[in-house]
């Protein structure tokens, strides 16, 4: 057997720790929430006659609540297995991986004889058709929203860095790129830009707990603030949420093709 270089696991390991630490955030949580009340209530393919209200709550809390966490490994399986492909290829692998293991979840759940007796026992084809249909809709709204607005990241989410303790009130939490100016940084947030007296290198150190890269010697961008890139005169840009375009150097854009972002 072949061993995974350490290297690799560390990766996997922070990737699975950030998707599935998303699924505890308060918006999350309540969309899980909602979901559940709506498909006991509705209670669709039958199960709304076939079921007593008992086997409806826990068959559709069971589905949901599987559906969420397969979904979100079904992210974290696209954002390891393909980081170097464009954003459309990673949402196909995103949704392909998410419909393959909420599918067999729902056959599996289906099967167990509390559940089946009351008819819950579907063909897994005829599951795979059901989560297909949801999952192309889910997905394809989530990439419609990262490309046009920019998503926040987990991380994002959960830490508020502490660079951004330093920004004066109304200034937000959300940074989106830092940048040499002078001997100061200037931090451009989703509401505005400040300039801080500090050197770049401990602004970056201060921006833990959020995903971003060093992508020129004069600038730093966070991972959820890119909406895309283009080349003009033999030079890469980053094109940000914001609007602004960031170059990108030599030196830096390995980790960035590596990444998957060019």
Not at 99 to 117: D, E, K, M, N, Q
């Amino acid at each position: 057997m072949t061993e995974i270089p350490g290297k690799r696991l560390k990766k996997i390991e922070i990737v699975f720790r950030m998707v599935f630490g998303a699924m505890f955030t308060p918006r999350i949580l309540a969309i899980w929430i909602i979901l559940c009340v709506v498909a006991v209530a509705a209670s669709p393919f039958g199960t709304f006659t076939s079921m007593r209200f008992s086997q409806r709550l826990i068959y559709w809390v069971s589905v949901v609540t599987m559906s969420f966490v397969l979904g979100f490994g079904g992210h974290g399986l696209a954002v390891i297995v393909g980081p170097r492909r464009d954003a459309a290829g990673r949402f196909f692998l995103e949704g392909l991986f998410a419909a393959l293991l909420i599918s067999t979840a729902v056959w599996g759940i289906g099967r167990i004889p509390y559940f089946a007796a009351a008819g819950a026992n579907l063909s897994y084809r005829l599951a795979l058709a059901y989560v297909l249909l949801v999952t192309i809709a889910v997905v394809g709204i989530r990439a419609i929203v990262v490309q046009a607005f920019g998503a926040p990241s987990r991380a994002a989410m959960r830490f508020q860095p502490r660079l951004a303790e330093r920004l004066s009130e109304g200034m937000g939490s959300r940074i989106l790129s830092l940048s040499v100016t002078d001997h100061s940084v200037c931090v451009s947030t989703d509401r505005g830009q400040e300039v801080i007296r500090m050197r770049l290198t401990d602004a970056i150190g201060e921006m833990e707990g959020v995903e971003g890269f060093r992508v020129h010697r004069s600038h730093w961008v966070a991972r959820d603030a890119i909406r895309g890139h283009d080349a003009a005169q033999g030079r890469v840009f980053l094109e940000l949420v914001n609007g602004a375009r960031v170059p990108v150097s030599r030196t830096y854009r390995g980790a960035l093709e590596e990444a998957g972002i060019i």
